[in-house]
């Protein structure tokens, strides 16, 4: 079973982009979990939401405390939350980030593959604002290619946002797949 857990902030998408790779893994027969972690906070607020995937039935349901990838849209949060708590060793941390470097002194001591997108630069220039979800997910399908096809992300993803908005957030998708770095 494949774990997520994503970071950010009210109002950016959050559980949507943990919902789009869930229902992603459906088409292609998989077993999933997708819920948010969130009351009544505000928008700007920061919020989780989950993701599991299984070619079994998922028998748990609670949090997901040890999760095989984070994913974290908004890098205000690094600043203020040790966002790779829990991570199993060896696992992965997806950031909407500019610089590598920074990631490299963030995580230092982390045993984790970390990867990094500009993706509030690209949803700009793409959609028009800084919604990072699509962006997001289009890098977590790359670096974690288990989970679902893109194939299967990008008709989900058309399935959710119809005409242009659905057509923009497709070739969001595609540019963060394309684009997603490894620190090294």
Not at 17 to 22: F, K, M, R, V
Not at 31 to 39: C, D, N, T
Request: with cysteine.
């Amino acid at each position: 079973m494949l774990e997520f857990r994503w970071h950010g902030r009210g109002g950016q998408g959050v559980w949507t982009g943990s919902n789009l790779l869930a229902l992603a893994a459906m088409r292609e027969g998989k077993y999933i979990q997708s819920f948010p972690e969130f009351g009544p906070e505000r928008s700007g607020a920061p919020v989780k939401a989950f993701t599991r995937i299984s070619s079994r039935p998922i028998t748990i349901h609670c949090h997901v405390y040890n999760p095989d990838y984070i994913v974290i849209l908004d890098p205000t949060l690094l600043e203020t939350q040790n966002l790779a708590e829990g991570l199993k060793p060896g696992g992965k941390i997806i950031v909407n980030h500019t610089s590598p470097d920074k990631l490299k002194q963030i995580f230092s001591g982390v045993e984790a593959e970390i990867w990094w997108l500009p993706a509030t630069d690209l949803a700009v220039k793409t959609l028009g604002r800084g919604i990072t979800n699509t962006a997001m997910l289009g890098a977590t399908i790359k670096i974690a290619p288990e989970a679902a096809k893109l194939e299967s992300v990008i008709e989900t993803v058309r399935g959710r946002f119809k005409g242009e908005a659905g057509e923009k957030n497709v070739e969001l998708v595609e540019k963060a797949y394309k684009e997603v770095k490894r620190v090294e």
